[in-house]
DNA sequence: CTCGTGCTTCGTCGCACGGCGAAGCATCCG
DNA sequence: CGGATGCTTCGCCGTGCGACGAAGCACGAG
C-alpha cells in the first residue's frame, strides 16, 4: 500500500534472518576488518562443523553480504561492500547503552583505534576527521567527502605520500563508540592505507585493533589531531 | 576469546532475530515515523491475528526495540528509542543499490522530505542540517551538535520559536537517499517540531512524507536552504 | 596416477518458532 | 451487573532450518 519505498517487509526480513544466526555474525563479526578468509578458518572460529559452515557461508553469499574470491583449492570470503561493514558498526550502535558507558580495560585499544572495513575508527579515526575539516582540507562536495588540494599537499608534507588519493570520494562512518563521524569510503581507506604504508600505525594481532607508532603520534600531533 | 568488545556474535544473533520475520518488520517499518499505534493496528497492518501479533510484540519488547504505552483497553506501541530508528534506516542504506538509482515518482515526495522517527530527513533535512552548518550556527561539540546562541537567534528571527531548544543535543543521522548526514537526536526533534508549530512543514497522511508549506519553502530559501 | 586436503552437496534428524483458535483478563459502556 | 471490546496467554500443529556424517569434487603434492 504505502510501502513500497526503499526497503519492503519482506527485504528486511531476509537481511534479518541472515543476522539470525550466532554461527554467521560470528563470521561476519570476524571479516568486519576488511579481511578475507578461507571457509575453514571461518568454521573454527564459528565453532561448527565444515558442512554447516559452507552452507552459512552459501547464504550469506546468496544474501549479497559477502564476497567470494577463489585461489587454488582455498576459498576466501570477506565482507562483499564496505556498506556491509557500515551496518553492522550500525547495528552495534543501536544496541549501545546511550549513557555512554566507559570501555572495560580490554577494549581501551580498541576504543581509541581501529579498523571500521578498512579505514580507520575510534577516537583517533574521529579526531583525524574533525582535523581535517577545521582545517579546511576536506569538505563535502555533491559526491560525498573530498579532500581539497592544498590538504593533499599538507598530509604529503607531513610525511604522507597520497599518489592520486585526491580523486577518491569519501563517505562519512558513524563510530559506536564515539557516536561521531569520522571518515570512510574509498578516500578513508586510501589514507589509512597510506598511514600503515608511512608507518604510522600498525595492527594488533588479535583483532581489529590498531596501534599509533611513536613516530605517528608525533605526526599526528603535528596535523592537530589530539588524543585526549 | 577477542571479541568481548561492543556487541558480540549473540547478541548480534539475536538482534537479527528479531528482524527476521516480516511480520515484525512490518510492524517496525510501520512505526519508523515516530508514532505509536495499538497492537490490533499493528496486527492488521502485519496481516496477522491479534494472538500471534501479540507474541510479536512482546519480542519486539522484551529485545528492546519497542516502547509501551497503557491507555485504558488500549495498548501502544512505539520503537523504544531514536537509535532503533537510526538502525532501521542504516540497514535500509546497506541494501541500497550503489550506484544511487533515482526515485520513482511516487517516492518523489518521500525522498525530498520525510520524517526520520520524529526529525526532518530527506533532501530537505540534509539541506537544512548543511546550511547550519555553513552559517556556523551548528557546532560538533563534545555532547553531540549543537546550535549556538547566534543560530538560535537567526532561526528564531526567520519566524521559529526555539523556547529551550538551544540546550539540547543533537546527532548526526544518514539518510539513505542522499546518503549524507542530517540533524536528528533531542536537538533535530526540537526543530522539526518547532517547523510544524510554525506551519513550515505538513505531513501528507498516508506515510512518512512531509511537504513544507509555501511560506515554509520561502523561509528556508532565507536560511540559505536549497532544493535543487 | 594416487593419495591427501579443502570445501561443497546430500540425506537425515531434531528443535525452535510462527500460525491459529479458544480461553482468560482487563477495561469501558449501558 | 452483564455484555462488548482490546489484548494476552495457552495449547496445538506444521514447517523451516541448523546440526552432523558421509559422499562427491576440485586441486596440489609426491
Not at 577518491?168 to 578516500?187: A, K, V
Amino acid at each position: 500500500m504505502n510501502d513500497d519505498a526503499a526497503l519492503n517487509r519482506y527485504q528486511l526480513a531476509e537481511l534479518g534472518s541472515l543476522l539470525a544466526e550466532p554461527a554467521r555474525t560470528a563470521m561476519l563479526l570476524a571479516l568486519a576488518d576488511g579481511t578475507a578468509r578461507p571457509a575453514g578458518e571461518l568454521a573454527q572460529l564459528a565453532g561448527i562443523g565444515a558442512a554447516t559452515a559452507s552452507a552459512h557461508l552459501r547464504r550469506l553469499l546468496d544474501g549479497g553480504l559477502l564476497a567470494l574470491h577463489v585461489q587454488g583449492r582455498h576459498r576466501y570470503y570477506r565482507l562483499a561492500d564496505e556498506r556491509v561493514a557500515a551496518m553492522l558498526e550500525s547495528l552495534t550502535l543501536a544496541r549501545a547503552p546511550l549513557p555512554c558507558a566507559l570501555p572495560k580495560k580490554g577494549d581501551a585499544q580498541l576504543q581509541r583505534a581501529r579498523c571500521c572495513y578498512r579505514h580507520l575508527a575510534g577516537t583517533l579515526g574521529v579526531a583525524f576527521c574533525s582535523a581535517l575539516l577545521q582545517h579546511g582540507w576536506l569538505r563535502t562536495g555533491s559526491r560525498g567527502l573530498q579532500l581539497l588540494p592544498h590538504g593533499a599537499d599538507a598530509l604529503a608534507a607531513s610525511g604522507l605520500p597520497l599518489a592520486g588519493v585526491p580523486a577518491l570520494y569519501g563517505r562519512s562512518c558513524l563510530d559506536w563508540t564515539e557516536r561521531r563521524m569520522h571518515l570512510g569510503g574509498p578516500l578513508g581507506v586510501a589514507l589509512t592505507t597510506a598511514m600503515f604504508d608511512a608507518g604510522w600505525l600498525r595492527r594488533l594481532p588479535p583483532g581489529r585493533a590498531l596501534r599509533p607508532s611513536a613516530d605517528g603520534l608525533r605526526r599526528f600531533g603535528l596535523l592537530g589531531v589530539r588524543l585526549d
